[in-house]
């Protein structure tokens, strides 16, 4: 067993409380690992959060103030980054009462250049010059 830790340079867990250690790090890993592979970035976001607060449990269990600190920061992070989506997409959401298009030009507003009589003869097309 000592050959095949050094060959691989893992030493692993003599107690029950050392693989539960383990274990706990692994699936804050999943968890990181896996939220990569959403397209959608609030789901991305989500479970890369929830990897977060596993690993920095994960950190303060093993007495690693940089595994806490990191992944604390990166929780934060996500927190500021989802807030502001939030409020981009609050922003962008048209109300019942504020029925305009995204460029600011309402429905109502919109008229339309009908080519006159006189321009429809000069051969233009209706466009003016």
């Not at 095949?4 to 003599?14: E, R, S, T, V």
């Not at 250690?21 to 397209?39: C, D, H, N, P, T």
């Not at 980054?81 to 460029?103: H, I, S, W």
């Amino acid at each position: 067993m000592l050959l095949y830790q050094l060959a691989i340079g893992f030493n692993f867990p003599d107690t029950v409380e050392g693989w539960i250690f383990e274990i706990i790090g692994m699936v804050a890993s999943v968890l990181v690992f896996v939220s990569f592979f959403w397209s959608n970035e609030k789901l991305t976001r989500i479970v890369n959060m929830t990897g977060c607060v596993v690993f920095v449990v994960y950190g303060f269990l093993i007495g690693s103030l940089s595994v806490c600190a990191i992944n604390g920061a990166c929780f934060i992070l996500h927190i500021v980054k989802l807030v502001q989506m939030y409020k981009r997409n609050k922003q962008n959401k048209p109300t019942e009462n504020n029925a305009e298009n995204t460029d600011g030009v309402s429905a109502d507003n919109v008229t339309e250049d009908k080519p006159t009589e006189q321009s429809a003869q000069s051969g233009d097309g209706g466009k003016r010059q």
